[in-house]
């Protein structure tokens, strides 16, 4: 699995012009999911984007999580993290097909709301318009492979 984690002070997704999630503080999460990801990976990568420190405390500090901040969470599926960038057309066959990947994408989420966390989402598969306000801007690159 892959996230792109983003400190955010708002973020919102639409579909068809409608809002379908929405936080103040917190991470947007852009999550792509592979062949051969596992549950025990949905779970890793939960855990490690929950705890993650990113979050000033009074000394300026990036040294506070999420639940230390108040914050919230969005995750969108984003399944082109997975591309192959060889030519200039990428393609996708490292994605896992949505039979294998939306009962991950729901196992994130779930582990995320598990940890006592507001989790908004979009839909799988859809066409979103994603709008943030960055904070910093922070953004954190994880990938399980590496964790």
Do not use: H, W
């Not at 400190?7 to 792509?32: F, M, N, P, Q, W």
């Not at 097909?97 to 979009?122: H, K, M, S």
């Amino acid at each position: 699995m892959r996230a792109v984690v983003t400190r955010v002070s708002s973020a919102t997704v639409e579909i068809e012009g409608k809002v379908a999630g929405k936080i103040d503080k917190g991470y947007l999460v852009l999550l792509g999911i592979k062949d051969g990801d596992t549950a025990e990976d949905a779970k890793r990568l939960s855990a490690k984007i929950c705890n993650l420190r990113v979050f000033a405390d009074s000394d300026g500090k990036m040294n506070l999580n999420l639940q230390d901040a108040g914050g919230s969470i969005l995750v969108i599926s984003q399944f082109t993290l997975y591309a192959d960038t060889k030519s200039r057309r990428p393609g996708f066959t490292a994605a896992a097909r949505p039979d294998t990947a939306i009962p991950l994408y729901e196992l994130f989420v779930e582990n995320c709301r598990q940890q006592g966390f507001t989790v908004q989402t979009g839909q799988f598969g859809a066409m979103m318009n994603v709008s943030s306000v960055n904070d910093g801007p922070v953004t954190i690159l994880f990938d399980t492979e590496a964790l």
